[in-house]
């Protein structure tokens, strides 16, 4: 994304609003977000152990007992409980955290409208105005519930994969390094054109809603002066605009996600061939079990950069519409350049004279 696309300012502001109001909320939201990754990449090292250590082992047994995998899958289970807990939990507080948030910043926008002048409800439509309580706000929940724990998730999930796989094996790392380069370039070339339009479509709807508000609002004056076909003509040209640019948005959205998702397919059959030569040549002290636990961690790899690449797009979105949003809040209040004094006045012969005492006048 470009740096236009990225507004940290906007982005700062709403965590503001988050850490202002919501600080230690959101503190536990990243502490059960980081538990919840990390008991995904600890799940997939313990595959490993379960087929070296209790697995392989019952297969040359005459009668095997299974009393030590019955403890390694309850570990298991465990593990994944913690993981399902933590998911669960971090989603309801920052459902609080987004909603309480956007009543903030709905409060201070509509307090602020009071306060501008007559030239600015007159250079913008009512339906423009009426997108920032809509669908700019609608993009930062979008944003805020989701966003932030999702990318926050996917981050850590990828540093903490990465190293569970130098750790597993670093021939294998390799390979999956190497597609993953593959796999940024489609996202820098299909994602960033997605993102850019993804901008338009966001102000191709206000524009959208401010015409259609205007129309509905005028629709004597239309009878009227008979100025049907024209309105309709240009109604026809902002929707093909919004159009074409909602179609953009979403056709590199949609070819993105298919892309990324053949190529970790394209990874997983590789890891799965070359880890076979590897462990029958006896190289990299690669098992049965690590080839297993590998594979998982290299889905569990590379399927959050597939889901980063979404999240992009809502953050773009969410930028969009939080810029739109503070550049209302930032508008300069309308001044009161006059002035009015009241002086208490008594009558005298007639006229009335200023006095100092109070009369009720």
């Known amino acids: 994304m470009t740096k236009k696309k990225f507004d ?22 990243m502490i059960l977000v980081i538990l919840s990754s990390l008991t995904n990449v600890a799940s997939s090292l313990f595959i490993q152990s379960l087929i070296d250590d209790y697995i392989t082992p019952l297969l040359s047994q005459e009668n095997p007992v299974f009393t030590a995998l019955f403890k390694a899958l309850s570990i298991m289970a465990c593990i994944y409980l913690v993981g399902i807990l933590s998911t669960y939990f971090y989603n309801r507080i920052m459902s609080k955290i ?34 920032y309580y809509t669908n700019d706000t609608d993009t930062l929940r979008e944003l805020i519930s989701r966003g932030i724990p999702q990318m926050l998730s996917l981050v850590i999930t990828i540093v903490a994969t990465f190293i569970a796989m130098i750790y597993t094996s670093g021939y294998l790392t390799i390979l999956v390094v190497l597609i993953l380069i593959a796999m ?53 040209k902002i929707n093909e605009e919004l159009c074409e ?27 799965g061939v070359v880890g076979g030569i590897l462990a029958l040549n006896g190289i990299g002290g690669l098992t049965v079990g690590a080839i297993a636990a590998f594979l998982n961690l290299s889905k569990s790899f590379s399927m959050p950069i597939t889901q980063l690449s979404q999240q992009i797009n809502l953050v773009v979105m ?11 809040m930032d508008e300069e209040p309308e001044k009161d350049e006059g002035y009015v004094t009241l002086v208490n006045v008594k009558k005298v012969d007639g006229q009335l004279k200023e006095t100092k005492n109070y009369t009720g006048t």
């Open 8 to 29: 940290k300012a906007t982005l700062s502001r709403i965590f503001s609003y988050i850490f202002k109001y919501y600080k230690w909320q959101f503190i536990l939201v």
């Open 98 to 131: 987004s909603q309480g948030t956007l009543k903030t910043i709905r409060d201070e926008m509509f307090e602020k409208m009071q306060k501008l002048p007559i030239r600015y409800f007159d250079t913008h439509t009512h339906g423009d105005i009426m997108s």
């Open 184 to 236: 940024l370039q489609v996202t820098k070339d299909i994602g960033g054109k997605s993102s850019r339009f993804f901008v338009q479509q966001q102000q191709t709807i206000a524009k959208a809603n401010g015409y259609i508000e205007e129309m509905i609002n005028g629709q004597k004056v239309i009878k009227v002066f008979s100025h049907e076909e024209e309105a309709i003509e240009n109604f026809r």
């Open 245 to 271: 640019d909602a179609t953009s948005a979403n056709k590199y959205s949609n070819i993105l996600m298919p892309a990324l998702a053949n190529l970790g397919n394209v990874q997983f059959v590789l890891i």
């Open 318 to 328: 969410a930028m969009a519409g939080g810029k739109r949003i503070f550049e209302l």
